[in-house]
């Protein structure tokens, strides 16, 4: 986990000066940080930010859909990943990754944990060739240096010169973005199920049932993964354990023809982060959140279902036998191979009985009461 080399200045400090001074222009790490979210300097081409791919408006996800497989595209305008951007939001609840007593992955950001905490992942983007495409840190300093508010701003806050300094720099780039994305904007608690808990809203009946089914280990196991507190009722849920799992899901191939990735290409997943080195490992992503899931699709690490209740369909196959519950609603065709079935998570997946169509409803009515308060709208949509 990255260590902070500063103290940050309270902008409350700088009223005790005793000469009149001018106000700065970012008096708080998430002000600063709020500006580098948007700042499009910090790209190749000075066309891309965070946002770009974190749209505030849209549940800090992507809501760009010119990709056929949705994955985004970087500031060339050409390049595309192999996995789905996932939200931004509520991602600072993530802990730093690492194995827990019984030897399990868990925390750090991305999909497979490369990043440790909330800032090592925000440079990531800033230096990825086919992202924001910044070759070097000292670039990335060097476009913020163009900017006297930035220079004003980082040396109050951080005592840093970015015009001398691109380690430093660079290091509280990342932490004040950290602060912008730890700030209450990206973490609101006020979904419907909040106001709910809160005893201010009442749940329909049919969000009421997927309420119980969602946490019912004997229907459809969904907490197994999904649930972080001890209770069914505790605020802050996250709805994700923070580990890393196998669920079998299908190659994008409509993404990959438009990426160029070879269609038997196999996403290795955890395995692929530079601390695992264990084959068990292999094709295991971190479980998401599931706040906001109805209003930041498509899903998946590799956005292969666009419909969040193709997503509960997709898991209903694993119980049920029946013909049309081995079909992709969306394709029509059968779901597809299983990638790295060797480390296929059977025991979590094989639970409960086969749900049927009222449940599968329920269920996805349940998720939708987890949009936030300022994107309720978009269910509507």
């Not at 080399?5 to 009149?20: D, E, I, S």
């Not at 279902?305 to 519950?325: G, I, P």
Request: proline content about 6%.
């Amino acid at each position: 986990m990255m260590v902070s080399r500063f103290v940050v200045r309270p902008a409350a400090c700088l009223l005790l000066a005793t000469a009149p001074v001018a106000a700065q222009p970012y008096a708080t790490p998430e002000a600063l940080g709020e500006a580098l979210f948007f700042e499009t300097d910090l790209s190749l081409n000075r066309t891309q930010s965070c946002a770009s791919c974190h749209e505030p408006n849209a549940g800090f996800a992507d809501p760009r859909r010119d990709a056929e497989g949705a994955f985004s595209r970087g500031d060339d305008g050409l390049s595309l990943g192999a996995r789905h951007a996932p939200t931004a939001a509520y991602a600072i609840l993530s802990p730093a990754f690492h194995q827990n007593a019984d030897g399990e992955w868990v925390g750090g950001q991305f999909w497979d944990g490369r990043a440790s905490d909330l800032a090592a992942q925000a440079g990531g983007p800033i230096l990825n060739p086919i992202e924001l495409g910044l070759a070097r840190e000292a670039d990335a300093i060097a476009r913020l240096a163009e900017h006297e508010d930035y220079v004003t701003a980082f040396r109050a806050l951080y005592d840093v010169d970015i015009a001398t300094d691109v380690d430093a720099g660079f290091e509280a780039l990342t932490e004040a973005l950290a602060a912008f994305e730890s700030s209450e904007a990206f973490q609101p608690f006020d979904s419907k199920y909040d106001r709910y808990l809160r005893g201010e809203v009442e749940l329909t009946q049919t969000e009421e049932l997927g309420r119980l089914l969602f946490f019912s280990q004997q229907f459809t196991n969904c907490n197994q993964c999904h649930q972080l507190r001890r209770s069914a009722i505790d605020p802050a849920e996250p709805f994700t354990d923070f580990k890393y799992h196998n669920i079998g899901v299908p190659a994008n191939l409509p993404g990959r023809e438009e990426n160029g990735v070879d269609a038997d290409w196999v996403d290795n997943g955890l395995l692929d982060n530079p601390l695992v080195d264990d084959p068990a490992q292999r094709g295991k992503f971190k479980t998401p959140t599931l706040r906001n899931v109805a209003v930041t699709g498509p899903y998946m690490h590799n956005g292969v279902f666009q419909d969040l209740r193709t997503v509960v369909a997709f898991y209903n196959k694993y119980n049920s036998k029946a013909e049309a519950a081995q079909t992709n609603p969306e394709t029509g065709a059968r779901w597809g191979a299983t990638p790295v079935p060797e480390t296929l998570s059977t025991e979590e997946l094989t639970h409960g009985p086969a749900l049927d169509d009222r449940r599968i409803d329920a269920l996805v009515a349940f998720l939708e009461t987890l949009t936030d308060a300022r994107y309720e709208p978009l269910l509507e949509d």
